[in-house]
């Protein structure tokens, strides 16, 4: 693209580096989870029908999380099953969702259980605020009902609350009915009072037992499981995101002219690139050069390169970007994509933004932008994804503060750009 004739636009060097973030030790899933589920084993007799929910996000071992919460109650003398507990994900077809399942390794017969996979629910009754409160039928089929979930910042709202296992029961067991119930009620009510009305009312009406809640570090690895009784959700979902909030890796810097992400997808965030990180919300954002008091972080312009395998075509939260490739829109799944953003009722996330043939053509347009008389001086940040944000490349600009920051190590001494010769990079390892 000639951003401007007869003009080229110089490209800032780049550095890798690493951001040292606090240290979890490892965990012993197997006897985590075994210890965990002492505190629950008077209920659990044998005969008794148990529905394991599990959800769509890259959570790591969630197989072996999920075999294990399985093995404990097989032990038990219990009869368990797994359902999708994904909202509109997979297409919001049961076939699709029984894929994503499948892509994390919980299929049935590495797990040794069954998977009841169906979009339908059963109306529970209303809310205080009058909303209908939807539930999985495979699920309220169940005696007890066990669902497991990473607990993280939501990207739309919170602390005390965010994503986690009462999330999993209003809008992953809420199917696509009761997600869309959820996120239109929110709209009105705010997003926190309506997960707690909605989730009071499902531990009213649906026999769960318990829930797996997980907690990750910076590093996307497992850094605790914690059986949570249904009574005790609230109070001790809000202590797990508090640790969360506390591991959550972020940018290394908050003041940011460009921010490129290799890629963006439903495995990453539920909006694509968590918002926790870029500052961006479906619910609108600020890129304008001027006037940007109170923006945290500060970045005024986002490059999307490309879209997660994992995704399948969803594109949902390219709209927060201000620029992407031509490879990216050719992966979308318009449909998948639709369905999605129609449940969570935020249209602004499947917008397309300026589309470019190359990674040079979309950087240097970027650049142009920002106004500045010396384009090699921008702040310049590229990651990988949202989600994982241990080493980072900075633009050369940021070599004063990487050298006077003790959470920051330079790997890797500045560069120019490896730009192909086809005009693109190849992704961050």
């Known amino acids: 693209m000639n951003v401007a004739i007869g003009q080229k636009i110089a490209f800032p060097r780049m550095m890798r580096v690493r951001q040292v973030f606090e240290e979890t030790p490892p965990v012993d899933i197997a006897a985590a989870v075994a210890a965990g589920m002492d505190a629950v084993r008077g209920d659990l007799k044998p005969g008794l029908r148990v529905a394991v929910a599990v ?64 979009l339908e629910v059963e109306h529970l009754g209303h809310t205080p605020e009058g909303y209908d409160g939807f539930f999985a039928r495979e699920a309220l089929a169940a005696d007890a009902i066990v669902p497991i979930n990473r607990v993280k910042l939501h990207t739309d709202f919170g602390p005390p609350l965010g994503s986690g296992l009462l999330k999993m029961l209003v809008v992953g067991l809420g199917k696509q009915v009761g997600a869309e119930t959820f996120h239109r009620a929110v709209s009105r009510h705010g997003y926190e009072p309506m997960l707690r009305s909605l989730s009071r009312l499902i531990r009213e009406k649906a026999p769960v037992l318990f829930g797996v809640g997980i907690v990750e570090n910076s590093r996307h690895q497992t850094a605790r499981i914690a059986i949570v009784p249904a009574a005790e959700m609230e109070p001790r979902e809000e202590e797990l995101l508090a640790e969360a909030k506390r591991l959550m890796p972020l940018l290394p810097f908050d003041d940011v002219d460009i921010l490129v992400i290799d890629r963006i997808g439903k495995n990453i965030s539920g909006s694509g690139m968590d918002p926790n990180v870029t500052g961006r919300n479906g619910h609108g954002y600020n890129s304008h050069l001027r006037d940007r008091v109170g923006i945290h972080p500060d970045i005024r312009r986002i490059f999307v390169r490309n879209l997660t395998p994992q995704s399948h075509g969803n594109a949902t939260g390219i709209g927060m970007a201000d620029v992407t490739t031509q490879r990216l829109v050719d992966q979308i799944d318009h449909p998948v994509t639709d369905i999605n953003v129609q449940t969570s009722n935020i249209f602004q996330a499947s917008k397309v933004p300026m589309t470019f043939a190359t990674d040079h053509d979309a950087m240097s347009l970027l650049l142009h932008s920002l106004v500045i008389s010396d384009t090699t ?38 560069a120019d750009w490896p730009i192909n010769d086809d005009g693109n990079l190849d992704d961050l390892l």
């Open 377 to 414: 001086k921008a702040k310049v940040i590229r990651i990988a994804n949202t989600l994982d944000l241990n080493e980072v490349e900075v633009s050369e600009t940021y070599a004063a503060e990487v050298a006077a920051r003790g959470n920051l190590e330079s790997v890797k001494g500045a």
């Open 55 to 118: 959800g769509s996000r890259g959570i790591t071992n969630l197989s072996e999380i999920v075999g294990a919460v399985i093995g404990q109650l097989k032990d038990a003398g219990c009869e368990p099953y797994i359902v999708p507990a994904m909202g509109s994900h997979g297409g919001a077809s049961p076939e699709g969702q029984t894929e994503l399942l499948d892509e994390y390794g919980v299929t049935e017969a590495a797990m040794g259980a069954p998977i009841h996979a169906s």
